[in-house]
């Protein structure tokens, strides 16, 4: 480890000590509930994820109850958090989980990443998180830290260029917590100092919701939830002219179905 690498980890550290955040899924290592929160938290703010993500897992508190559960009951209990596709690619790694895992949320890598919904930077956290492996990853947040530590002026920064200082500056006793501080330090400084992420090739920026074919989408899923509608129903309570390619999407992404002219969850 380089003497840069050696003064960020204890930037990272004392900020964190004196710093640190509490939330419910810090409070677990249960991999089950650490797999929630991080679906949940792909996209969305911590402060929404943290008043739903108790009532999720009170409702569905384990791979098999989720796995068996109504999917209309699932988008419900979703409903608000938005991006929809993620509760399903939930419930289908739930029921993977229970049918190929025993119920239990796999420790490896790969495992992990052949779920639906489950990209390398979630594989990787839930490995830190619940099982405590040091793996490493990259999220807004860390690279936010890496970009303003060690490229503070450059902008167009890959993580190809990140990753290999992450991997140094790893601690690989207690990579759960130095992900949490990682994670607290770059949260920080977006308060501060900016959105640093522009900084990243990776950077894109996020289009606004209103008006968008997510909130169309979202719309129909609500009003799916309760009860099969046809399109003319969906028409008068959605007047979009993007309706109908918003429902042959969704219907293509088997989120509803089509039987007739009447549309279900």
Not at 76 to 90: T, V
Request: proline residues 5%.
């Amino acid at each position: 480890m380089t003497e840069k690498e050696k003064a960020f980890r204890r930037t990272v550290w004392q900020y964190y000590r004196a710093h640190k955040r509490d939330f419910p899924w810090r409070r677990t290592t249960n991999p089950y509930r650490i797999l929630v929160s991080e679906c949940m938290l792909q996209q969305t703010q911590v402060s929404r994820v943290r008043s739903f993500y108790p009532r999720f897992l009170k409702q569905f508190p384990s791979p098999r109850t989720l796995a068996r559960a109504d999917t209309k009951n699932i988008l419900r209990a979703w409903q608000g958090l938005g991006y929809n596709r993620r509760a399903l690619n939930l419930q289908r790694a739930a029921e993977i989980i229970t049918r190929a895992h025993a119920g239990k949320v796999p420790k490896t890598f790969e495992e992990l990443k052949a779920l639906p919904g489950i990209g390398p930077g979630t594989a990787g956290a839930i490995l830190a998180f619940a099982y405590n492996i040091p793996t490493p990853f990259i999220e807004t947040n860390i690279r936010r830290a890496y970009i303003h530590f060690f490229f503070p002026t450059r902008t167009h920064v890959s993580d190809a260029m990140l990753f290999p200082m992450i991997e140094h500056t790893l601690d690989r006793k207690n990579p759960r917590e130095w992900y949490w501080a990682l994670m607290d330090y770059g949260t920080y400084l977006k308060q501060t100092v900016g959105n640093l992420s522009r900084s990243s090739a990776h950077y894109t920026k996020q289009s606004a919701f209103d008006g968008s074919t997510r909130q169309i989408r979202g719309k129909v899923l609500k009003i799916l939830g309760e009860g099969s509608k046809t399109q003319a129903q969906l028409q008068a309570a959605v007047a979009d002219e993007r309706l109908a390619d918003v429902l042959a999407a969704l219907t293509d992404e088997v989120m509803i179905t089509k039987t007739g002219s009447t549309y279900s969850l």
